[in-house]
T-cell receptor, first 113, second 112 residues
């Protein structure tokens, strides 16, 4: 059974600092990994999807890396802004025909102005 | 236009009642899901439908019955509501499996 862990559960940084969010998973035979953002009272917004064959994906200030063999992914957010305050969740899919994602509990980020 | 929309957003009801949550997606996707987010914020899959066919039923009590009248809709009906059913229920959709999943904004269910 795939277990996904995100540490720390909460993080508070001053504006401008780079954010580093960690995700680990127990079964390294994943198909892909997604990072999501959840704002309070809102749904999840997909940020990045990394296929198992990829090492990283970038979108603007966001960069996600994947080390399948060690069961880890890291989401980097450069030059954080107060608008980046949210909960960030990672989720893994085990197979190409796997219709379910295994989610971590998320890291709640607060960026202080 | 909202890609995945679900109604109602908030629902407060008494134990024992029957209620439904509706979901519609306008992305043209062939796969839809219901996820449950509990008080500890863990998201767990409940059901998945692909082309109106049930493909995942993740040991959910049979008081929960999903219905997909067409590929763009997946409704969730809950019978005999219990206190433990209080949670946020998210509808989502994707094109096939292993692709980006798009979530609705959630339905906050409180059973009193």
């Amino acid at each position: 059974k795939q277990e996904v862990t995100q540490i720390p559960a909460a993080l508070s940084v001053p504006e401008g600092e780079n954010l580093v969010l960690n995700c680990s998973f127990t079964d390294s035979a994943i198909y892909n990994l997604q990072w999501f953002r959840q704002d309070p009272g809102k749904g999840l917004t997909s940020l990045l999807l990394i296929q198992s064959s990829q090492r990283e994906q970038t979108s603007g200030r966001l960069n996600a890396s994947l080390d399948k063999s060690s069961g880890r992914s890291t989401l980097y957010i450069a030059a954080s802004q107060p608008g980046d305050s949210a909960t960030y969740l990672c989720a893994v899919s085990l197979r190409s025909n796997d219709y379910k994602l295994s989610f971590g509990a998320g890291t709640t980020v607060t960026v202080r102005a | 236009d909202t890609a995945v929309s679900q109604t109602p957003k908030y629902l407060v009801t008494q134990m024992g009642n029957d209620k439904s949550i509706k979901c519609e997606q306008n992305l043209g996707h062939d796969t839809m899901y219901w996820y449950k987010q509990d008080s500890k914020k863990f998201l767990k899959i409940m059901f998945s439908y692909n082309n109106k066919e049930l493909i995942i039923n993740e040991t959910v009590p049979n008081r929960f019955s999903p219905k997909s009248p067409d590929k763009a809709h997946l409704n969730l009906h809950i019978n005999s509501l219990e206190l433990g059913d209080s949670a946020v229920y998210f509808c989502a959709s994707s094109q096939g499996s292993g692709n980006t999943i798009y979530f609705g904004e959630g339905s906050w269910l409180t059973v009193v």
